[in-house]
């Protein structure tokens, strides 16, 4: 036998076992798989953006319908603006309430039901895009109106869990494997109170979140409304320098056809408000040919300034109704006069501390027809739960003008008996606003404009 021919167990070797094969390694989802969770998320919140282009595509349509059967050469722009302004809504919308419901199942490991969650997502952004509707119509008396108000939050709820579910189900067909590999993990299925605790915290920041989220806006729509409000003053003092006078509070019949009424018979027909009157001078008088200062308010010919709602109305309501959120205070000792024998004054006789014009948020009043707040029959409140006199279209208060061009933004909680004493010209000279009205003052938006009897 050759030295090469070893016989292990003739020396009396041991042969060690072989050394067990490495197994690969399964790809095992990790306990709340960050990234699988937030595709599907994303997926949850494009599928609800898409649901929210699609009611836009679909008003549209119908808009686009409508326009064109009255004539009207922007149907065509809408049916592309309302696709887009749906899905940016709906998609924003979405945000907060992805955060909210997908914090709260990544922490009380709620994956097993993330098809409802995901519905639940579409259903609340819905609800909340109707959301202001639903409060406006809450206090109206119209049941019709909340009906309708309801019937539109269940649809667009039920559009957007539709849109959000779908977007989930994609997503998981996609990832079919790794999705039956995380539902087969028990970890992704513990809960515990230190998670339930998290999962308050969480809800807690994204509530504050949205909370701050929604004051934002709030101030930016009130910014708008302030530069109305300043607009307005700024087109008093405009036909102030024109005319030397107010305006009339009621333009009557037998008054000319100009802008400054050569005339003015008590008994004559009233024709239209002094919104009407100031229109084309808080536009610039390139808008004077739209205006027909001889015809009534609902004359057809008058239908040509229906761009002028948007100067005083400010909520959905009342641009829908035309109706006005500004009214003049007028009656005996006003600086307007009361409408018929008494004739509004040159602000060169005016304290400038007089009110002149008020924030009503439920006026009733088309802007274009005679109407304001009387001192004789205007209720003696401030805030009315209907809306009828004195009250801010805002949470935090109401507008008033005063004769000197100021803009005050005044608290809900005012007394009216404080502010009354501001109304006829001979009180204001016995008050001084910043002693009665200051303490009340949320905001100032507008200076004095140089004084009255500048």
């Given at each position: 036998?050759?030295?090469?021919?070893?016989?292990?167990?003739?020396?009396?070797?041991?042969?060690?076992?072989?050394?067990?094969?490495?197994?690969?390694?399964?790809?095992?989802?990790?306990p709340?798989?960050?990234?699988?969770?937030?595709?599907?998320?994303?997926?949850?919140?494009?599928?609800?953006?898409?649901?929210?282009?699609?009611?836009?595509?679909?008003?549209?349509?119908?808009?686009t319908?409508?326009?064109?059967?009255?004539?009207?050469?922007?149907?065509?722009?809408?049916?592309?603006?309302?696709?887009?302004?749906?899905?940016?809504?709906?998609?924003?919308?979405?945000?907060?309430?992805?955060?909210?419901?997908?914090?709260?199942?990544?922490?009380?490991r709620?994956?097993?039901?993330?098809?409802?969650?995901?519905?639940?997502?579409?259903?609340?952004?819905?609800?909340?895009?109707?959301?202001?509707?639903?409060?406006?119509?809450?206090s109206?008396?119209?049941?019709?109106?909340?009906?309708?108000?309801?019937?539109?939050?269940?649809?667009?709820?039920?559009?957007?869990?539709?849109?959000?579910?779908?977007?989930?189900?994609?997503?998981?067909?996609?990832?079919?494997?790794?999705?039956?590999?995380?539902?087969?993990?028990?970890?992704?299925?513990?809960?515990?109170?230190?998670?339930?605790?998290?999962?308050?915290?969480?809800?807690?920041?994204v509530?504050?979140?949205?909370?701050?989220?929604?004051?934002?806006?709030?101030?930016?729509?009130?910014?708008g409304?302030?530069?109305?409000?300043?607009?307005?003053?700024?087109a008093?003092?405009?036909?102030?320098?024109?005319?030397?006078?107010?305006?009339?509070?009621?333009?009557?019949?037998g008054?000319?056809?100009?802008?400054?009424?050569?005339?003015?018979?008590?008994?004559?027909?009233?024709?239209?408000?002094?919104?009407?009157?100031?229109?084309?001078?808080?536009?610039?008088?390139?808008?004077?040919?739209?205006?027909?200062?001889d015809?009534?308010?609902?004359?057809?010919?008058?239908?040509?300034?229906?761009?002028?709602?948007?100067?005083?109305?400010?909520?959905?309501?009342?641009?829908?109704?035309?109706?006005?959120?500004?009214?003049?205070i007028?009656?005996?000792?006003?600086?307007?006069?009361?409408?018929?024998?008494?004739l509004?004054?040159?602000?060169?006789?005016?304290?400038?501390?007089?009110?002149?014009?008020?924030?009503?948020?439920?006026?009733?009043?088309p802007?274009?027809?005679?109407?304001?707040?009387?001192?004789?029959?205007?209720?003696?409140?401030?805030?009315?739960?209907?809306?009828?006199?004195?009250?801010?279209?805002?949470?935090?208060?109401?507008?008033?003008?005063?004769?000197?061009?100021?803009?005050?933004?005044?608290?809900?909680?005012?007394?009216?008996?404080?502010?009354?004493?501001f109304?006829?010209?001979?009180?204001?000279?016995?008050?001084?606003?910043?002693?009665?009205?200051?303490?009340?003052?949320?905001?100032?938006?507008?200076?004095p404009?140089g004084?009255?009897?500048?």
């Amino acid at each position: 036998m050759s030295t090469d021919d070893h016989d292990p167990s003739a020396a009396g070797d041991r042969v060690s076992p072989a050394a067990p094969l490495e197994q690969p390694a399964t790809a095992h989802p990790k306990p709340g798989d960050i990234p699988l969770g937030c595709g599907f998320w994303a997926n949850v919140w494009l599928g609800t953006a898409l649901a929210g282009g699609v009611l836009g595509l679909l008003l549209g349509v119908v808009g686009t319908f409508v326009a064109m059967s009255s004539g009207s050469p922007h149907g065509v722009v809408l049916l592309f603006i309302a696709p887009i302004w749906g899905f940016l809504t709906a998609g924003f919308v979405a945000i907060p309430a992805v955060l909210l419901i997908a914090s709260t199942a990544w922490l009380l490991r709620l994956w097993r039901y993330r098809l409802l969650l995901a519905g639940a997502v579409g259903a609340l952004s819905g609800l909340v895009i109707v959301l202001p509707g639903l409060l406006v119509t809450g206090s109206m008396a119209a049941s019709g109106s909340i009906v309708s108000a309801w019937l539109g939050a269940g649809l667009l709820g039920a559009l957007g869990a539709a849109g959000s579910v779908w977007g989930a189900r994609w997503h998981q067909r996609r990832r079919r494997a790794q999705w039956e590999a995380f539902d087969a993990d028990p970890r992704n299925r513990q809960f515990s109170i230190r998670r339930l605790l998290g999962a308050f915290v969480l809800v807690a920041l994204v509530l504050g979140g949205l909370r701050a989220l929604l004051d934002t806006v709030e101030r930016a729509r009130c910014v708008g409304l302030n530069h109305q409000f300043a607009g307005i003053a700024q087109a008093l003092h405009h036909y102030h320098a024109k005319t030397g006078l107010l305006p009339h509070p009621v333009r009557r019949a037998g008054s000319g056809s100009d802008l400054v009424p050569s005339g003015h018979d008590p008994e004559a027909e009233p024709l239209y408000s002094w919104r009407l009157n100031l229109l084309s001078l808080y536009f610039g008088i390139d808008h004077d040919a739209d205006l027909a200062y001889d015809k009534p308010w609902n004359d057809p010919s008058q239908q040509s300034a229906a761009w002028g709602t948007g100067v005083y109305s400010f909520d959905d309501e009342s641009w829908a109704s035309d109706q006005t959120n500004v009214v003049a205070i007028t009656g005996p000792g006003t600086a307007f006069g009361d409408g018929a024998r008494e004739l509004p004054r040159s602000l060169h006789d005016v304290d400038d501390d007089t009110i002149l014009l008020v924030e009503v948020r439920r006026s009733g009043i088309p802007w274009r027809a005679p109407g304001d707040l009387d001192l004789r029959t205007m209720p003696p409140t401030i805030d009315r739960a209907d809306g009828r006199g004195i009250s801010g279209c805002r949470a935090y208060g109401f507008h008033v003008v005063f004769a000197d061009g100021a803009v005050w933004i005044l608290s809900h909680r005012t007394p009216f008996d404080e502010l009354r004493k501001f109304f006829t010209v001979e009180a204001a000279r016995r008050y001084d606003r910043d002693e009665v009205l200051k303490p009340y003052r949320v905001g100032q938006w507008q200076e004095p404009l140089g004084g009255a009897a500048e």
